[in-house]
Structure formats: C-alpha cells, structure tokens
C-alpha cells in the first residue's frame, strides 16, 4: 500500500530573476506541476530593489508568472502582503491581484484570510451574469446564430469560460449533499438549472417549480414528470396552510444587508436605490423551520452586518441564522440552535462581535442620507407594514 507513482502534484516558487526567467519551462516541465507562487520578497532582493507596499517593482514579475502558468493550463498564487495591520493594503493588493489574472493569494496572517477569500469568490452579481451568459449562448446555438450580444456586450469564448468557472464555484452545495448522502424530498422556489442539475443528480425527489429562470429549467419542466409546476398560492399564500413554503425544512436566502436583530434588507443596493421586489424572501422565511441567511462579511468595503437595515424586506423574528466567512450568528430566539452548533464545534459568533470584527476590516461607514419623500412601502405576508422606503438624496 501506498501512494500512486506522480499522484503528489507540485507548486514552484518563483522567487528569482532566473526563475521568473525560465517560468514558463518551470510550468510546463511536469504534468505533476499543478501551480506557481510568486515570492516577491527574496524576488526584489535578487533584483536589487526595494520591496514597496504599492508594489510598482514586481508588476512586471506579477504578468509575466501569470501569463507563463495559464499557457501552461496550471493555476497561479500571488505573493503575501507582508504588512498584517494594514487592513486596507490588503484589499488593494488582493483586488490588484485577482484583476491581473492570479488564482489567489497567498497569506502570512491569519487576519487576512477572511479578506482574500472574499475578494477571489465570485460575488452573486457575478454568478447571476455567468447564468446569464451560459443561457444567452444556448439560445443563440439552437437560433443558429455565430455571434451574440448580452448587455450590449458581444458574447464570444473568453466570456463563456469565465462563466463557466463562476458557476463552478458555486456548485459546491450539490457536491457537499452528494459526499453527505443528504436528500430532499423537494426544492422549491424560482428554478434556474443549477437547482435542475440537483434534481439530477438525486439532491431532491421533485423541484416545486412557481418561476422558470432560465432554459434549463424550462425543458426540465417539459420533460421531468418530478419537475412540477405550482401556482404561486401553492406556493406561498398566507391564506393556504398547506403552502408548500410551509413545509420546508431549510431555506437559504441571501441579503444585501442584515441589522444585530436579524432584520434583513434585499429592496434595496449599498447605495438606497431600489432593486426590484422581494420575491418569496420573506415567505419562506416565515414558512420554514430554518431560515439561513448566506451572505460574505462586506461587499465593496460595505459590512453585511449595520446596526438599522436601510430598510426591512424580512422581520428579524422569521431569521434563524447567519452565515458568513467570519463566523456563524445565531438569533437569541433560537436557543437551542445556538447550542446546537457550539456543541458540533462550528464557528458561532455572536452578531454585535461580528459586526465589529468586519468593521475592524472595512471601517465604520457613513450612514446613507435619506430624503423625506417616499417612494414605496413594504407590506409583510400578513398585510402588516413592515417598513417604508425614502428617495435618495
């Protein structure tokens, strides 16, 4: 017994000019070579230069191992960001690195961990765009067209294997299920054909299906007998105690912003413009036993978590849970899930402290200027009003 010949894969150090020379030989020497790290500390010492913060010095260095590992097929991982109390170095220096094309990022602190993870997951706007893309390019194949445009943008190779990558991220649900042999007996919501994917794949026993959202789902709904289309009282109606809403085990949900009592925003973006409609948020919400709210700590340097929601889509009482890079909040209401997740060693943190662990990061922001005129109202699921949203000034 033991481990198969060539099955340990190696990643090189480029920390010289002779390396950074011969990178594209160093990439290409073995298929047992499956990435490259950038070391610009002893790098800038071989060069005779000094190491910056800004980083003017290595640019060169950072394009030239990029371009050598992806003509290599392999991935590539950028030098650390030496300064550890420099929170907003970090930022910079990881968002630089992941628009030149690296991988990710290397680390030498544990404090920068929760920033460079952030940075190099594809946001939900970018996976949103990327199912955009993959149904805009299979409409144009069956359409028998060569070429597209999606938001005025022309649609062509390299966009498509950027939203393929994106989608790959985000796919890490199924493949957690699958490795846990978990099973539903349904999924329900809008459909997109990640969610079809898992019907597939044996995650749920039928898709309750209220809204089509992409090709995928509508030629599974066509051709899937466990693929079941249901009105929208079937779905969430107040009115109907057996709304299917209201036998849902587990809901993830996402928030552009949550306040310390687990009132959550997704009307409107960082900046108070409005987005659209809630959707079904606040009903699966009430309706299941556990509602999570999945979201990272800060987007764009804005915290997920503020003391007031700029405005309340889905009351704090229907959340059970927040997830994040930094830690788990569970509502005081749910005491046992609080204890629950202590006991199996999870991460739990209480919401006020995780506010000021991403505060410590992004900084206090300041507080969005509103106008005094309203623009719209938000009415909760029982026709109570939730709470009221003002012009931007």
């Known amino acids: 017994m033991g481990l198969e010949v060539g099955s340990i894969g190696l990643m090189p150090l480029i920390e ?8 594209f030989a160093i990439a290409s020497a073995s298929k047992r070579i499956k990435a490259m790290l950038l070391g610009a500390e002893d790098l800038t010492a071989d060069l005779q230069c000094t190491r910056t913060k800004e980083g003017k010095e290595i640019e060169y260095a950072r394009g030239r191992i990029v371009v ?31 628009s030149l094309g690296f991988t990710g990022k290397a680390s030498i602190s544990p404090r920068h961990i929760e920033v460079i993870n952030q940075i190099f997951s594809p946001t939900q706007a970018e996976i949103d765009y990327a199912f955009e893309v993959i149904d805009a390019i299979t409409l144009a194949k069956e359409q028998g067209k060569g070429a597209i445009a999606l938001r005025g ?4 190779a390299p966009i498509v294997a950027h939203a393929e990558r994106t989608i790959t991220a985000a796919k890490f649900l199924k493949d957690i299920m699958l490795k846990k042999q978990i099973a ?12 079809v994917d898992m019907l597939k794949s044996g995650c749920f026993k039928e898709l309750l299906d209220v809204q089509c959202f992409d090709l995928n789902a509508v030629e599974s709904i066509r051709e899937n007998p466990n693929h079941k289309e249901i009105s929208a009282i079937e779905y969430a109606s107040p009115n109907n105690p057996n709304a299917a809403v209201n036998n849902l085990d587990v809901v993830i949900l996402g928030a552009t912003e949550i306040d ?59 959340i059970d849970v927040l997830v994040t890079q930094g830690g ?3 509502n005081p209401k ?44 938000i009415i909760g699921r029982n026709g109570d009003i939730l709470d009221n949203i003002y012009n931007v000034i």
């Open 68 to 98: 050598a590992a992806r003509a290599s097929g392999i991935d590539v991982y950028e030098t650390p960001f030496t300064d550890v109390n420099d929170d907003e170095g970090i930022i910079t220096d990881t968002r630089f690195a992941k």
């Open 328 to 330: 788990i909040a569970v």
């Open 184 to 195: 539903g007996s349904f999924g329900l919501g809008g459909i997109t054909g990640y969610m």
């Open 153 to 156: 943008k022309m649609i062509d």
């Open 260 to 318: 310390t009592d687990f009132n959550v925003n997704v009307h409107t973006d960082s900046n108070g413009f409005m987005m659209g409609g809630s959707g079904g948020h606040s009903d699966t919400a009430a309706g299941s036993k556990l509602s999570m709210i999945i979201a990272p700590m800060f987007r764009a340097r804005l915290p997920i978590v503020t003391d007031r929601v700029t405005c309340i889509s889905t009351p704090g009482k229907d």
């Open 16 to 23: 010289t000019a002779l390396g950074l020379e011969n990178s």
């Open 334 to 377: 749910n005491q046992e899930l609080h204890q629950r997740l202590i006991d199996a060693k999870l991460p739990v943190i209480d919401i006020f402290d995780l506010k000021k662990k991403v505060e410590n990061i992004t900084g206090v922001p300041n507080k969005l200027p509103k106008g005094d005129r309203q623009v719209a109202t």
